[in-house]
T-cell receptor, first 114, second 113 residues
Framework: AQSVTQLDSQVPVFEEAPVELRCNYS??????LFWYVQYPNQGLQLLLK??????LVKGINGFEAEFNKSQTSFHLRKPSVHISDTAEYFC????????????FGRGTSLIVHP | NAGVMQNPRHLVRRRGQEARLRCSPM?????VYWYRQLPEEGLKFMVY????????ESGMPKERFSAEFPKEGPSILRIQQVVRGDSAAYFC???????????FGPGTRLLVL
């Protein structure tokens, strides 16, 4: 079984500041890793995913994440946030073999202030 | 190409009534997944269906909940005799294949009074 821990339930930040949203996972097997964004009253949209290869993954809207196997982390970063980045962000993992059913973290609410 | 469609977007039911949630996958997608999101929690997997077949229902409550994905028409998540604890957002996702990226719908927010 897999588990995902998003260490911060809420991250307030000022516009144009950098941000990092933390994600740690636990798994007895190798995994694929994902970050999703959820805008108010909408479904989840895939930001980026790590399947294999380079540990630095670039996604949409200027976000990137780095897979660190030794620390079992997959932190999400953006060098300069916009007001429009205000949303809920979910980290998720799936086992790399077998079922593709993701396990989600509880989410981090990113609040960008002007 | 329309995305995943869910309806209704909001549904209010009284305790004991039935709730029917519909999901139309993206065109060309034959795999459908249902998730439930409780307040301030992440999504929890409920059931995975592929046209007319339930592949994995390990996250589905044993009683009152059922899901189907008929050959024609949308996938339906049915909750019988709803209770207040069923109040949540229910999301549907679809994919082209079993291990392909899932695309999510906007969700149905169920409120049980």
């Amino acid at each position: 079984a897999q588990s995902v821990t998003q260490l911060d339930s809420q991250v307030p930040v000022f516009e144009e500041a950098p941000v990092e949203l933390r994600c740690n996972y636990s798994s007895s097997v190798s995994v694929y890793l994902f970050w999703y964004v959820q805008y108010p009253n909408q479904g989840l949209q895939l930001l980026l995913k790590y399947l294999s290869g380079s540990t630095l993954v670039k996604g949409i809207n200027g976000f990137e994440a780095e897979f660190n196997k030794s620390q079992t982390s997959f932190h999400l970063r953006k060098p300069s946030v916009h007001i429009s980045d205000t949303a809920e962000y979910f980290c998720a993992v799936t086992p790399s073999g077998g079922s593709y059913i993701p396990t989600f973290g509880r989410g981090t609410s990113l609040i960008v202030h002007p | 190409n329309a995305g995943v469609m869910q309806n209704p977007r909001h549904l209010v039911r009284r305790r004991g009534q039935e709730a029917r949630l519909r999901c139309s996958p993206m065109k060309g997608h034959s795999h459908v997944y249902w998730y439930r999101q409780l307040p301030e929690e992440g999504l929890k997997f409920m059931v995975y269906l592929q046209k007319e077949n339930i592949i994995d229902e390990s996250g589905m409550p044993k009683e009152r909940f059922s899901a189907e994905f008929p050959k024609e028409g949308p996938s339906i998540l049915r909750i019988q005799q709803v209770v207040r604890g069923d109040s949540a957002a229910y999301f549907c996702a679809s994919s082209q294949g079993a291990r392909e990226t899932q695309y999510f719908g906007p969700g149905t927010r169920l409120l049980v009074l």
